[in-house]
């Protein structure tokens, strides 16, 4: 089952941009999440997502080894406080974004653009060719952004969420090849090479 769900409630002006990013990266740092941040990326979600994921699921994702999963929380730079996350699960040949939430106030500040960006080039630097996600259909500034990093929709699930919702399935093949997306081909060489 796959998740890629935030709200779409507050100002909505179009995608993030690299500047965005740029200016996220000087804020906030990707680290691995630990079993210890479960409680504070649960309350992301609470505010994040309509159908949110559980405490004990997410810490059910550190039962899995680690070559079947991937997880990252945005942690404000000497602060510590973590203001995002993302997770992604690895298959044989495709990664499949789990989850990705970003707090309230540190939305449409690059943050949730350098999760993907960092969760995407995971999936190359573990050889995986692909990144399949789900998105609710209504949640426009995450399609944007999805859209933005050279995913694309492949379909549609029905009634997909527990309310019903449809989910747009986005995919984007190409990352060993870097044919994904031009902004992403560099990200995910560095990540091979590294």
């Known amino acids: ?108 500040r690059g943050v949730g653009l350098q999760l993907c960006q960092a969760l995407i080039a995971e999936a190359a630097n573990r050889n995986l060719d692909s990144v399949l996600l789900e998105v609710r259909v209504s949640n426009q500034s995450a399609i944007l952004l999805y859209e933005q990093l050279g995913m694309r929709s492949i379909g549609r699930r029905r009634g997909y969420y527990p309310d019903g919702e449809d989910a747009a399935v986005y995919w984007m093949p190409g990352l060993l090849d870097g044919v994904s997306s031009p902004a992403l081909a560099s990200t995910a060489k560095e990540a091979r090479l590294q």
């Not at 992301?44 to 997410?58: G, Q, Y």
């Not at 499949?96 to 449409?108: H, K, Q, T």
């Open 1 to 108: 089952m796959g998740f890629c769900d935030k709200s779409s409630r507050g100002r909505f002006d179009g995608v993030e941009t690299r500047s965005e990013a740029r200016r996220a990266e000087a804020l906030v740092n990707l680290r691995p999440m630990g079993a210890d941040d479960v409680r504070r990326v649960a309350a992301i979600e609470m505010v994040s997502n309509r159908s949110p994921w559980s405490e004990s699921l997410f810490a059910g994702e550190f039962c899995l080894p680690e070559s079947r999963r991937h997880w990252l929380v945005a942690v404000v730079v000497g602060v510590g406080d973590i203001v995002g996350f993302g997770g992604i699960s690895i298959g044989v040949d495709e990664a499949e974004v789990l989850n990705l939430g970003v707090d309230v106030p540190w939305r449409r």
